[in-house]
């Protein structure tokens, strides 16, 4: 192994959290700034979801990422005793014939078998919801509980002595020296989330500040296992409650809960449902998400030492343990990145 190095990471949310662990696994020294912000990670749904359902495909590089996530997540589950990811069944409800067809042409396909599981009667017949069009039951799904998960994990890292609960101030980083008020680092690595917006170093990338909102609901007469899919998803969460999401707003950086977003919610989930419920809780959060929906992952173009490790999106729960895993493998052993997440794709201005 190289010589230990000394890491600064600047946020302490899904991203952070992922880049953090993997340099401590290698036997490296992480100081983390973080100012409790994380507006994303926090209230994320934490749904790990295989398929795309638009039209029936697979998510980007599921086949690497649902079995590393799961190693990931095991593995913080044991160091930090808390159980934070449970494995769950997606059922999707068909909008319509051509969409139901999509998933007949696909589910017996090799490809598609450990991640669909081929429409029965009961499917068809599942009396849960709204359904026209049948049903499909999407298997190797997951959910973390996001809030669990972050909290542990910032715990840990502060028994650790490892994590400053302050915000980052720019005018105390030198980047030409890689040193931050006091102290010089082997690199630098920006795990902002959406407020990479106002980090000067990287201004001209165009992660959006994306917000969505969820509410949480008590329906007893649902009494399902099943995490629903038709225009929104119904989570549930025990004892009658089901976290229902989520809202798209585009950029905008207000985090506060909204009526629309009510509104919205109540009619997405009456498409669902016509059950009676009452809302319980609303959350709102703002997602770091990019033009290709893709992550961006790398060194500064003109800064040497100086990274980012951000725009993971609305599948980052699912992304984020093998692409900071990646990352970590280019930050101490130079392995090469992927050019789908490299910052060159965005010019500037």
Known sequence: ?????????????????????????????????????NKSSVIAAGMINPLVF????????????????????????????VKFHNQITIRRIFSSAQERGFWEEKQHLPEFANYMTPITNDDDLFYKSHNPFGTGRVKAASVVDASNFVKSAQHYFSEQKCILHESFDHDAFIPTQLKYKSKTYDAVVFCEGFSSKTNPLFAHLPIQQTKGETITIQCSELKTSESLNRKCFVLPLGNDLYRVG??????????????????????????????PYAIVEQKAGIR??????????????????????????????????????????????????????????????
């Not at 009510?262 to 449902?273: D, G, M, P």
């Not at 993971?312 to 990145?337: I, N, Q, R, V, W």
């Open 246 to 275: 989520a809202t798209y707003v585009w950029n905008t950086s207000e985090d506060n809960i909204t009526d629309e977003a009510t509104k919205e919610l109540r009619e997405k989930f009456s498409v669902i449902s016509d059950l």
């Open 1 to 37: 192994m190289n010589a230990s190095k000394h890491y600064l990471i600047v946020g302490a949310g899904l991203a952070g959290i992922c880049v953090a662990w993997h340099l401590r696994k290698k036997g490296h020294q992480v100081t983390i700034v973080d100012n409790g912000q």
């Open 288 to 349: 770091p998400t990019t033009p290709d929906r893709r992550p961006i992952i790398g060194e500064h173009p003109e800064l040497s030492g100086i990274f980012i490790f951000n725009g993971l999106g609305t599948k980052g729960y699912m992304s984020a343990p093998l692409l900071s895993h990646e990352f970590c493998e280019h930050l101490t052993e130079g392995a090469l990145l992927s050019e789908e997440l490299s910052l060159a794709r965005f010019k500037k201005g």
């Open 54 to 81: 638009r039209r029936m495909t697979k998510s980007w590089r599921v086949d690497e990422f649902l079995p590393y996530a799961n190693s990931f997540y095991s593995e913080l589950e044991t160091s930090f005793a």
